[in-house]
Antibody, heavy 117, light 110 residues
Framework: QVQLVQSGAEVKKPGASVKVSCKAS????????INWVRQATGQGLEWLGW????????DYPQKFQGRITMTRDISITTAYMELSSLTSEDTAVYYC??????????WGQGTLVIVSA | QSALTQPASVSESPGQSITISCTGT?????????VSWYQQHPGKAPKLLIY???SRPSGVSHRFSGSKSGNTASLTISGLQAEDEADYHC??????????FGPGTKVTVL
């Protein structure tokens, strides 16, 4: 079955960067785009962008351009999301999600990122 | 681009039906049939319920249905059950080639 397993919780200081990993299994890693979505406590979901594991192409909403980078290592079927210049506003649970067409099909378990001095 | 608009909460008794609205603009819901809905239980990741406005993935109960009229999409849950108590999120593709979400609606089964 399709599984996306993410790395563990992180605590970072303001101004630092965080890199979250997402290990995919149970399907062809290069056949489906990987998206990232975050959710601050008690808040709604926010789309952070997508990456094609096949080509490495990415697209990010303007809000995050220059601060977010999505990469992958095909050899270990793992996607990564790195967010820099962290502030307290970036404290949230970060999810990797496989997307087929317009549907966010399968979600990772989430990674809590806390930004605190 | 502003988030989609959803009611903060909806409550109803078991066995009844509820409808959750998701209002956007002509730049998102009004232009594309790329509306999907997700169910999220506390502490869990969201789960896909509806995609393409009204299609259900295999394994999702027929009690969940989706529709759209103009700039507003709707999710209807019929025969409400205790296990339906959760947060429900809508999302749409936009003319800016991005995805936007609503703030989520908390459903309480009385």
């Amino acid at each position: 079955q399709v599984q996306l397993v993410q790395s563990g919780a992180e605590v970072k200081k303001p101004g630092a960067s965080v890199k979250v990993s997402c290990k995919a299994s149970g399907y062809s890693f290069t056949s489906t785009d990987i998206n990232w979505v975050r959710q601050a406590t008690g808040q709604g979901l926010e789309w952070l962008g997508w990456m094609s594991p096949n080509s490495g192409n990415t697209d990010y909403p303007q809000k995050f351009q220059g601060r977010i980078t999505m990469t992958r290592d095909i050899s270990i079927t793992t996607a990564y999301m790195e967010l820099s210049s962290l502030t307290s506003e970036d404290t949230a649970v970060y999810y990797c999600v496989s997307k087929s067409g317009s549907r966010f099909d399968y979600w990772g378990q989430g990674t809590l990122v806390i930004v605190s001095a | 681009q502003s988030a989609l608009t959803q009611p903060a909460s909806v409550s109803e008794s078991p066995g009844q039906s509820i409808t959750i609205s998701c209002t956007g603009t002509s730049s998102d819901i009004g232009t594309y049939n790329y509306v999907s809905w997700y169910q999220q239980h506390p502490g869990k990741a969201p789960k896909l319920l509806i995609y393409g406005v009204s299609s259900r993935p295999s394994g999702v109960s027929h009690r969940f249905s989706g529709s759209k009229s103009g700039n507003t999409a709707s999710l209807t849950i019929s025969g409400l059950q205790a296990e339906d108590e959760a947060d429900y999120h809508c999302t749409s593709y936009t003319t800016s080639s991005t995805y936007i979400f609503g703030p989520g609606t908390k459903v309480t089964v009385l």
